[in-house]
């Protein structure tokens, strides 16, 4: 499927998001407009002529495992070396390390347009832009010069090993341990699961971040460190050298991403280097997986963006039925209109939160002011947990709009909805992310949430009367919400945190398409499709999230079975 980079949504929401704030910052000052531009532009065209010809390889030759090393789908070794070429990988990584050194938020336009291209690929590049932000902030001097420079250009590539078959959200009970060998290194022994990427025939190393436990840790995330361990080890001179003591034991035979080779790893005294402090092993993982949150938010986006572009041209170029609206083939259907017009707005309004999320850390690691930090650690769950479900609610629209040829898989609508599926469940589940948004992230007895809602009803001031009344009423049901929230015990808070959650990205998505409609009246149709036809949705939301967990400890396995 052909697929044209969203620019023009960029452009836009960078400039209503103060991107200007960003870069007027001693620290990406640099991010000037023509650099900016520069960036969106070639990236672009790497997406457009040169990833997005792979996505259907990857779907249908997928990697595969011969004689216990990865062979990855066709074309894709180039199209990694494209990026890496590209400079694409170290777009934010520190310039003494080979990086560019440009802010997060420009970096994930960028992670969008190759994720929509080809999400199987991009996510290699992307788990190593986690890494090489991991090791920036936690590892020693001597690891950040041995790995970052090599992980930037693309010679090697990096992972996390986190989940083990009995330890998957409940990390802590994992078994995987590291026993002192005596010289600064340690042996790594244990089993890991769901890998992404662990291995390729494109890059001359693989870095493995893993959590394990010392002998002397304590019991349950308190006593994980965290450890680099290579598939190589390097040599005297930095290079890969003689191999490790780990392996692929075998490849995951996934719904989707087909092309991402997924694996089980085993550790078997394989040499490794602590990250960080001892036993802080989860403090420096969280800087891998809460960058990862957003870029898995961003990959809904992307999916749902690709999914909306190809439903779109099949609706114009299809021809059937009458036209009851001006517009040819299915177009003229109301209800053809409908999806794909909720497929716009739903897609547009996760990527401004994501975008938004993107700017308040590039704003608190620029400043280091409070109040971004924790802007940027509140809208990190919604932007995670709504971006997934929006590329999964518009890929199955997508499909509805191709009718009975999207459930075909020569159409490929199908393959947006295998791929993007698994976004919910990783990097943490919506559910976990609900949970974390209604309980570490209001530990501020709601300072964030209701700044955040200032800034919606401020918007909606602005607006006319027929669009702003309603988002106003929207903010005070969710600020009323938030205060009664505030108020419940932890177990009423789990019971209503996924609908609490769903209703705040409502509203927010909201006053962004009214943000984009002031800036932009050619914008003004789908705002008012936002407002009138999904922002009414937080109230079904808010009504659910008023019961808490009331009725849920009678929904026993014998009562649902009865």
């Not at 997005?52 to 011969?66: E, I, M, S, Y």
């Not at 280091?368 to 609610?393: N, S």
């Not at 947006?416 to 589940?429: C, K, L, N, S």
Request: aromatic fraction near 6%; charged fraction near 15%; glycine fraction near 10%.
């Amino acid at each position: 499927m052909p697929y044209t980079a969203p620019l023009s949504d960029y452009r836009l929401l960078l400039s209503v998001l103060g991107f200007d704030a960003i870069a007027a910052t001693p620290r990406f000052g640099h991010a000037t407009p023509d650099t900016v531009d520069a960036v969106l532009t070639e990236a672009a065209r790497l997406s457009e002529t040169t990833l997005a010809p792979l996505n259907r390889a990857g779907d249908l030759h997928p990697a595969v495992l011969v004689n216990g090393t990865v062979r990855t789908s066709p074309g894709f070794a180039a199209g990694f070396r494209a990026v890496a070429e590209g400079g694409w990988i170290g777009i934010s990584a520190q310039p003494e390390y080979g990086g560019m050194g440009l802010p997060l938020t420009l970096s994930t336009c960028v992670g969008e347009m190759m994720g929509s291209a080809c999400l199987s690929l991009q996510l290699c590049p992307l788990m190593t832009q986690g890494q090489i932000d991991t090791l920036e902030i936690h590892a020693s001097p001597d690891l950040q010069a041995q790995y970052i420079p090599k992980l930037v250009s693309g010679q090697w590539n990096g992972t996390m090993n986190l989940t083990e078959a009995q330890a998957g959200s409940d990390v802590g009970a994992l078994r995987t341990k590291a026993e002192p060998l005596g010289d600064g290194t340690y042996a790594i022994t244990g089993e890991k699961i769901y890998i992404s990427w662990a291995d390729n025939d494109f890059t001359e190393n693989t870095c493995h971040l893993v959590l394990a436990r010392l002998p002397d840790g304590a019991a349950g995330t308190k006593g994980i460190s965290l450890f680099m361990v290579p598939k190589y080890l390097p040599d005297a001179s930095g290079n890969a050298g003689t191999r490790n003591a780990l392996r692929v034991v075998r490849l995951e035979h996934k719904m989707g991403l087909h092309g991402s080779p997924t694996a089980v790893m085993a550790y078997e005294g394989a040499k490794g280097w602590l990250v960080g402090a001892p036993h802080k092993g989860m403090a420096a993982m969280f800087t891998m997986m809460n960058a990862a949150r957003l870029g898995v938010g961003m990959q809904g986006v992307c999916v749902a963006e690709a999914a909306l572009q190809q439903a779109l041209s099949y609706a114009e170029a299809r021809v059937q039925g009458g036209t009851a609206l001006q517009g040819p083939g299915l177009m003229g259907h109301p209800d053809v209109r409908r999806m794909l017009a909720e497929m716009r707005a739903e897609t547009f309004g996760a990527r401004a939160i994501g975008l938004a999320c993107a700017v308040a850390l590039d704003m608190a690691r620029a400043t280091g002011d409070a109040d971004w930090q924790a802007r940027a650690a509140f809208l990190t769950p919604i932007a995670k947990a709504y971006g997934t479900d929006t590329g999964h609610h518009v890929a199955q629209l997508g499909i509805q709009v191709h009718g009975g040829m999207g459930f075909i898989e020569d159409t490929g609508a199908a393959q947006f909805a295998r791929d993007v599926r698994v976004t919910q469940i990783y990097e943490g589940t919506n559910g976990i992310q609900a949970l974390d948004l209604v309980g570490r992230k209001m530990m501020d007895d709601g300072k964030a949430a209701f700044a955040l809602l200032d800034e919606v009803a401020a918007t909606a001031a602005l607006s006319p009367p027929d669009l702003g009344q309603p988002v106003q009423n929207a903010v005070q049901a969710l600020r009323s919400a938030t205060t009664t929230l505030l108020a419940q015990d932890a177990l009423d808070r789990a019971g209503a945190a996924v609908a609490y959650a769903r209703a705040f990205a409502q509203v927010l998505g909201a006053g962004f398409h009214l943000r984009a409609a002031q800036s932009d009246p050619a914008r003004l149709p789908l705002a008012r499709f936002a407002v009138t036809r999904l922002l009414p949705r937080h109230a079904a939301w808010l009504a659910e999230a008023q019961h808490g967990a009331e009725g849920l400890a009678e929904l026993t396995a014998e009562t649902l079975r009865a």
